[in-house]
């Protein structure tokens, strides 16, 4: 008796082993201001929350999106190893913010004025990791082209309105080097954690070559 429950139990281990490996998960790389700039931002969201009853600004600390991707669990590992072999030779990039732009009717934010440094970095990471970050036709990577802070999101006409009004005046600015990148997860409770952190070192090609080299693809 004691060894058939042994062997039951441990073919349940391995069916939630296998369930875990197979589970398709949520992925948001993104890259995030230092903290003062990160304060200012979430500062100016709050008041634009309070003012225009716009709780969803305020459900997401502020931060770049660069690629948002589903992918099965087994192929984390090999998404990790690349992104750390391919950030060692990327070159840290200097961010410029300045006052606000909408997407007409339904989102505030705070524009993104050095564009092509993150378009570079963004067509980057696609040509490296495009094929890995696809979980099958029905699951594309979506790589952002068009950097921007959300202030507010999914706004009703009357909001959008109101607000735009007021903020197409409006001045903000500022600055941050961006030397990491942070790999987020969408848990169980629908918020995304930080997997994984990649530090944009500016190392030697045939440096990022090796290290590419001895990852598993």
Excluded at 62 to 79: D, G, N
Excluded at 119 to 132: A, M
């Amino acid at each position: 008796m004691l060894i058939y429950w042994v062997a039951q139990r441990l073919a349940m281990d391995a069916q939630i082993k296998h369930l875990e490996k197979s589970q398709l998960n949520e992925y948001l790389l993104i890259i995030r201001p230092h903290a003062e700039l990160l304060n200012k931002i979430i500062q100016v969201k709050q008041l634009f929350a309070e003012k225009f009853k716009n709780e969803n600004a305020l459900y997401v600390k502020p931060h770049l999106a660069l690629v948002k991707f589903c992918q099965f669990a087994t192929a984390e590992e090999r998404i990790v190893n690349k992104l750390k072999a391919l950030s060692m030779g990327l070159t840290p990039v200097k961010i410029e913010l300045k006052n606000f732009g909408n997407y007409p009717t339904h989102t505030i934010f705070i524009n993104v004025t050095s564009k092509v440094q993150i378009e570079t970095l963004v067509k980057s990471i696609r040509t490296n990791t495009q094929q890995l970050m696809r979980a099958g036709k029905d699951h594309k990577p979506f790589f952002m082209m068009q950097p921007h802070f959300n202030i507010g999101q999914k706004l009703l006409p009357w909001q959008f309105e109101k607000a735009w009004l007021e903020y197409r005046h409006r001045q903000f600015t500022g600055r941050f080097m961006v030397d990491e990148m942070l790999l987020l997860k969408k848990n169980s409770d629908k918020k995304y954690l930080i997997t994984e952190r990649f530090q944009l070192k500016n190392m030697p090609v045939s440096t990022t070559q090796g290290t590419l080299f001895n990852c598993a693809i």
